[in-house]
Nanobody
Framework: QVQLVESGGGLVQAGGSLTLSCAASLSLTAFSRCDVAWYRQAPGKQRELVTSLSRAGRVNWGDSVRGRFNPSRHDLRQEMYLHMNNLKPEDTAVYYC???????????WGQGIQVTVSS
């Protein structure tokens, strides 16, 4: 069973930075063919896409984080990251990492990690 383990969340002041990490229990081959993404869900709201990074290197952002958040990946480590800058209280949410393997039509999700931004 594939596991995605997130780390790096916590409490940060507005204007600060935080980097989330997500480690996957996948082989290098399997991880390399995945597109990676980060989602978040705030209390009372639907889960939304934060940013995605395809295996070809194409990046998409949600409108609210463009210019502040950036994804990256380290295939040799089977890890992905979310670099968050200039954090705002409205960024407070549970953040989830996601891997999508289009070859097998598989989706893998992390357990979620809390990020709280104080004003």
């Amino acid at each position: 069973q594939v596991q995605l383990v997130e780390s790096g969340g916590g409490l940060v002041q507005a204007g600060g930075s935080l980097t989330l990490s997500c480690a996957a229990s996948l082989s290098l081959t399997a991880f390399s063919r995945c597109d990676v993404a980060w989602y978040r869900q705030a209390p009372g709201k639907q889960r939304e896409l934060v940013t995605s990074l395809s295996r070809a290197g194409r990046v998409n952002w949600g409108d609210s984080v463009r210019g502040r958040f950036n994804p990256s990946r380290h295939d040799l480590r089977q890890e992905m990251y979310l670099h968050m800058n200039n954090l705002k209280p409205e960024d407070t949410a549970v953040y989830y990492c996601n891997l999508h393997d289009s070859t097998t039509s598989s989706d893998y999700w992390g357990q979620g990690i809390q990020v709280t931004v104080s004003s």
